[in-house]
C-alpha cells in the first residue's frame, strides 16, 4: 500500500532554534495531513494540504506541499518547550482510510 | 460537543479473553477508523469504515473484529486477546478533512 516515509526520527533543539521534518512519497499524493501528539496525548489534527506547491502557516509552523505532490515539509521557527512531541504526517489511500508516517519526536531544551 | 469519546481508558486483559473497545462521535463524520500504537512506534491502521454498515481492513486487522451498525459508534472486538495486542488503542472519525481522535485505551494483556 501507498506508504509515506518519515525523515528524521528524532530532533533535539535548543529553544528558540528552527525546527523542520520531512514527508516522502514514492507516488503522488492526492493530500497530505499533519498532527501533533504530546507525550501521553492524542493526535491532534494541524492542517491539510491539497494544492501542488501549497504554503500554509499557522502563527509559528508552516507547512509546505510540493510541486510534484510528493513531498511535504512542516517549519516550526523558533521553538518554544511547548512544542514538544510528535509530529506526524499522513495520507489518505482511499477514502475514509489514512495511513499515518512514523513520526518525528521533537524535544527541545530550555 | 463530546467528539470522539473512548471507553474504557485503561484495560487489564487475560491471554484469551474476549472484550470490546468502545467508540462513539457526535460530530456527523462518515469515516471512522480504529489505529493501534506502540511504545514509540506511530500509528497502525487496524479497521475503518466509510459509513453505516461499511467496514474494511487496515494494515494490522488480525485478531480484531469491527461492525458500524450506525453513523455514531464504531466499536472494536478482540476476539482472544494475546500478549502482542498490549498497546494503546485510538479510534478517530473525520469527514475528509482530517481526523479527530478520541483520547485512548490502554491495554495490557498479560
Known amino acids: 500500500g501507498q506508504q509515506v516515509m518519515q525523515i528524521p526520527q528524532y530532533q533535539h533543539v535548543q529553544e528558540g532554534e528552527d525546527f523542520t521534518t520531512y514527508c516522502n512519497s514514492s507516488?503522488?499524493?492526492?493530500?497530505i495531513q499533519w498532527y501533533k501528539q504530546r507525550p501521553g496525548g492524542h493526535p491532534v489534527f494541524l492542517i491539510q494540504?491539497?494544492?501542488?506547491?501549497e504554503v500554509k502557516k499557522q502563527k509559528r509552523l508552516t507547512f509546505q506541499f510540493g510541486e510534484a505532490k510528493k513531498n511535504s515539509s512542516l517549519h516550526i521557527t523558533a521553538t518554544q518547550t511547548t512544542d514538544v512531541g510528535t509530529y506526524f504526517c499522513?495520507?489518505?489511500?482511499?477514502?475514509?482510510?489514512?495511513?499515518f508516517g512514523d513520526g518525528t519526536t521533537l524535544t527541545v531544551k530550555p | 460537543n463530546a467528539g470522539v469519546t473512548q471507553t474504557p481508558k485503561f484495560q487489564v486483559l487475560k491471554t484469551g479473553q474476549s472484550m470490546t473497545l468502545q467508540c462513539a462521535q457526535d460530530?456527523?463524520?462518515?469515516?471512522m477508523s480504529w489505529y493501534r500504537q506502540d511504545p514509540g512506534m506511530g500509528l497502525r491502521l487496524i479497521h475503518y469504515?466509510?459509513?453505516?454498515?461499511?467496514?474494511d481492513q487496515g494494515e494490522v486487522p488480525n485478531g480484531y473484529n469491527v461492525s458500524r451498525s450506525t453513523t455514531e459508534d464504531f466499536p472494536l472486538r478482540l476476539l482472544s486477546a494475546a500478549p502482542s495486542q498490549t498497546s494503546v488503542y485510538f479510534c478517530?472519525?473525520?469527514?475528509?478533512?482530517?481526523?479527530?481522535f478520541g483520547s485512548g485505551t490502554r491495554l495490557t494483556v498479560v
Open positions: 460530530m456527523n463524520h462518515e469515516y
Open positions: 499522513a495520507v489518505n489511500t482511499n477514502a475514509g482510510k489514512s495511513t
Open positions: 478517530a472519525s473525520s469527514n475528509g478533512n482530517g481526523y479527530t
Open positions: 469504515s466509510v459509513g453505516a454498515g461499511i467496514t
Open positions: 494540504l491539497v494544492k501542488s506547491g
Open positions: 507516488t503522488t499524493l492526492s493530500n
